[in-house]
């Protein structure tokens, strides 16, 4: 069966410093991947999408980037973070055209 | 501007109740609609997914529906038990033909079952 891992599960990191966060899937291969965001208690925005090695799209602007570097994983980066960036970060993998399934979530703090 | 509109005020109701909970959508012709619930501090789980040609769809205890002519998602849960209490969202493709199936959500309504 198929499993989803994010980590760190909590970061506190301070304004300006870095960030990467990782995504791996087992058990299936060339996954659509996502990497979503969550503000408290707001519904989820989607940053970047994947469809395979080295393809990212990316859907708002901002200070953060995404990488594939290999089929099953999906790395969300910034080299200076924001205040704005807290939030919940959720990974997500989707077999086809179909529901999306997502990780245990990254709870980020910008202090 | 494409939007979708979830009731953002918290649905209340008794056990054993049937909960209803709308998702209104605009300037989207989606292929086709989803519903997840969500629990504090979880990812989305998915629930049902629903086709433009689908008027109704079932899972169990779980019903949508799907107007396209009213752009519009009605997701029931009956019988509703306190385990129910979570946050449902409903998510369209945005994009219908180009290829890309990313996701918009909704911001959810949060529905609490009072046993």
């Known amino acids: 069966s198929q499993t989803i891992h994010q980590w760190p599960a909590t970061l506190v990191q301070p304004v300006g410093s870095p960030l990467s966060l990782e995504c791996t899937v087992e058990?299936?291969?060339?996954?659509?991947l996502y990497w979503y965001r969550q503000a408290a208690g707001r519904g989820l925005q989607l940053l970047f999408y994947?469809?395979?090695?080295?393809?990212i799209s990316s859907e708002v602007p901002q200070n953060l980037s995404a990488s594939r570097p290999q089929d099953r994983q999906f790395i969300l980066s910034s080299k200076k973070l924001l205040l704005s960036d807290s939030g919940f970060y959720l990974c997500?993998?989707?077999?086809?055209?179909?529901?999306?399934?997502f990780g245990p979530g990254t709870r980020l703090t910008v202090t | 501007s494409q939007k979708i509109e979830q009731n953002s005020e918290a649905l209340n109701i008794q056990e054993g109740k049937t909960a209803t909970l709308t998702c209104n959508y605009t300037n989207y012709s989606p292929a086709y609609l989803q519903w997840y619930r969500q629990d504090p501090g979880r990812g989305p789980v998915f629930l049902l997914l629903?086709?433009?040609?689908?008027k109704e769809k079932r899972k169990e205890r779980l019903k949508v529906t799907f107007d396209t002519t009213l752009k519009q998602s009605l997701f029931h849960i009956t019988a509703s038990q306190p385990a129910d209490s979570a946050t449902y969202l409903c998510a369209l493709v945005k994009e219908r033909d180009t290829g890309r199936r990313a996701l918009t959500f909704g911001s959810g309504t949060r529905l609490q079952v009072q046993p």
């Open positions: 994947s469809v395979g090695i080295g393809q």
């Open positions: 058990g299936t291969s060339n996954p659509n």
């Open positions: 997500a993998w989707e077999p086809g055209p179909r529901e999306q399934y």
């Open positions: 629903i086709r433009e040609n689908e």
